[in-house]
């Protein structure tokens, strides 16, 4: 399965942004530290048969902390900056921002990790254990080192028993589905045009962030309405697309939403084990632009859990290496990331957090294709919930997107009011 992520290149993207005094050498020595314990962050992609496999990485080519100078834009030249098929599957930059005195210091710490050896869960772990190591460091209070294990597992093989003929006709119904009920795309807004353009085209995100006030709003909404958050950003989300194509008709729409499979399996996969551990959910709907947004969750969210109910959470991932063969396999109008509510680093006495944020990334856009589904990453870190909303430049506008991301922002906080 992890095959599908060597091809679409993807990454996720941790960053956080810190006030106060960060030790360089002390956070270099912790990422060390943190990557010797996990041998699939010390290893490269190689061709291996039809497929790839990944080998352990020479010495003088580990991943080690890099440093820079910038600020917002640093950040998005690392964001533009692809893992390379070969190269380390990882890579740490602490950017410190040139403006600020000894006494206002600001840093941004971003952790790029290649999709074939990480999902969100595990990149908010290794983020996590990361500063833990580095305040153990800066304290005095390192542990001895942690013993390494091997490299672990794919998820798919910790899969339970199953029934060829099972996954067999499963995939024959999908594939039929997926026939019969195609879904529609947003287009770009962007035109594509053989001149070259003023400034180069690269993957920008627009984003929006909630505070701790409506984010608690919007989970008591989502309660008394006997619905998850997930449901309700998915279905704001699915109403924004299709304000954003023509006709007053219902079309149909897809939603695709990521599953974490670690909590499904036995023995439980822990979070900080560096695997992808997600299958797809897609459902189609029909959307309407004035659609209620609430039964609209309501069907999201019981399309959800039938799909939980029927284990098709496993069929899934069963199937995922069919997809280059059924391109449209788990191709939805939004594709909604959601890593629920999750604990920020904890760093020493006198630095502290000021942002964390998860960016998924990838190299391969197709101008070309003129439309695509839009991606959302939700997280809530520390009680507020933020969506990233990444686009490639020669597909959608930072305009186009910005509207896109204000009108989710003003149907969310009216669910958070409410």
Not at 350 to 373: I, K, N, W
Request: proline share 9%; hydrophobic share 40%; aromatic share 4%.
């Amino acid at each position: 399965m992890e095959n599908l992520y060597v091809a679409q290149r993807s990454r996720a993207v941790l960053s956080c942004v810190l006030d106060g005094p960060v030790d360089p050498a002390a956070l270099s020595a912790a990422f060390e530290a943190v990557t010797a314990e996990q041998p699939q962050l010390l290893t490269r992609i190689v061709p291996d048969g039809d497929g790839h496999a990944l080998e352990s990485l020479p010495e003088a080519e580990r991943p080690r902390l890099r440093t820079r100078a910038g600020g917002e834009e640093a950040f998005l030249e690392e964001l533009n900056t692809p893992l390379t098929v070969g190269g380390p599957l990882t890579r740490a930059v602490l950017v410190t921002d040139p403006g600020t005195g000894p006494g206002e210091e600001r840093h941004t710490l971003v952790l790029s990790i290649d999709h074939v050896i990480t999902d969100g869960h595990s990149g908010i772990a290794l983020l996590n254990t990361l500063w833990d190591r580095y305040r153990d460091i800066v304290d005095g209070t390192e542990a001895p080192p942690r013993p390494v294990a091997g490299l672990a597992e794919p998820v798919s093989a910790l899969l339970p028993p199953s029934d060829l003929a099972d996954t067999a006709k499963h995939l024959q119904q999908r594939v039929e589905r997926i026939g019969s009920h195609p879904v529609e795309l947003v287009q770009y807004d962007v035109k594509a045009t053989e001149e070259a353009p003023e400034e180069p085209y690269r993957l920008e995100f627009q984003r929006l962030v909630l505070d701790s006030g409506a984010t608690t709003g919007l989970r008591e909404r989502a309660r008394t309405a006997g619905l998850s958050v997930h449901a309700l950003i998915s279905a704001a989300l699915l109403l924004a697309a299709r304000r954003r194509m023509d006709g007053t008709d219902p079309r149909l729409l897809g939603c695709t939403s990521p599953v974490d499979l670690r909590s499904r399996l036995s023995p439980p996969v822990p979070a900080a084990r560096m695997v992808p551990a997600v299958t797809m959910n897609v459902q189609v709907l029909p959307v309407g632009k004035e659609s209620d947004v609430l039964e609209l969750a309501r069907e999201v969210g019981d399309g959800m859990r039938d799909f939980l109910d029927r284990g098709d959470h496993f069929r899934e991932m069963r199937i995922m290496p069919s997809a280059p063969r059924h391109p449209a396999l788990h191709l939805g109008t939004v594709i909604v990331t959601n890593l629920g509510a999750v604990s920020g680093p904890r760093l020493p006495e006198g630095t502290r957090v000021t942002d964390v944020r998860l960016t998924p990334a990838r190299e391969h856009y197709f101008p070309q294709a003129g439309r695509s589904p839009m991606l959302a990453c939700i997280t809530t870190f520390d009680g507020r919930l933020a969506i990233e909303f990444p686009h490639y430049t020669a597909c959608f506008s930072r305009p186009f997107m910005r509207e896109l991301a204000d009108e989710v922002q003003a149907s969310l906080l009216a669910l958070a009011e409410a």
